[in-house]
């Protein structure tokens, strides 16, 4: 039987929330810093610019290239 080693983490939302879930990643009080999450993350926003996304994004540039299509 493998035994998993679950230990509490603080997850960090982009707007600064903090709450502790338990996990396998890292170690006991490590903190996990969110760069997208439902505020930031346009399946939540329905925007493809918001966030980290812009005009480089590859979503930007597929809508450029093939945009007309639709």
């Given at each position: 039987m493998i035994k998993v080693d679950y230990h509490k983490i603080t997850?960090?939302?982009t707007d600064g929330q903090e709450f502790?879930?338990?996990?396998t990643y890292g170690k006991e009080g490590?903190?996990?810093k969110l760069d997208r999450?439902?505020?930031?993350?346009?399946?939540?926003?329905g925007s493809f610019t918001s966030g980290s996304?812009?005009?480089?994004s590859k979503?930007?540039?597929f809508n450029n290239r093939y945009?007309?299509?639709?």
């Open positions: 997850i960090v939302t502790v879930t338990r996990s490590d903190r996990v999450d439902p505020l930031t993350h346009p399946a939540w926003t996304a812009s005009k480089t979503v930007a540039k945009g007309d299509i639709f």
